[in-house]
């Protein structure tokens, strides 16, 4: 399923607040401790902390 992509704004701070609509469709709750990660050029990830740790204890990469 095609979702409209959610424009987002980095603030002063280094901020970027992720619309609740797109946490509630990635089942991401609030107090989920996610791990992020560079994935290519100019693309990060966000991932469950519980799942990245369990992907890499598996595979040895998140």
């Known amino acids: 399923m095609i979702r ?4 987002v704004t980095i603030d002063s701070d280094g901020r970027v ?9 990635a089942g991401l709750d609030p107090g989920t401790r996610l791990l ?8 990060i990830v966000l991932r469950r902390e519980s799942e990245a740790i ?9």
Request: charged share 30%; proline share 7%.
């Open 4 to 7: 409209e992509p959610a424009e």
């Open 36 to 43: 992020a990660y560079r994935d290519g050029d100019g693309r």
């Open 54 to 62: 369990q992907h890499l204890l598996d595979h040895g990469e998140f």
């Open 17 to 25: 607040v992720l619309p609740l609509g797109l946490l509630a469709e």
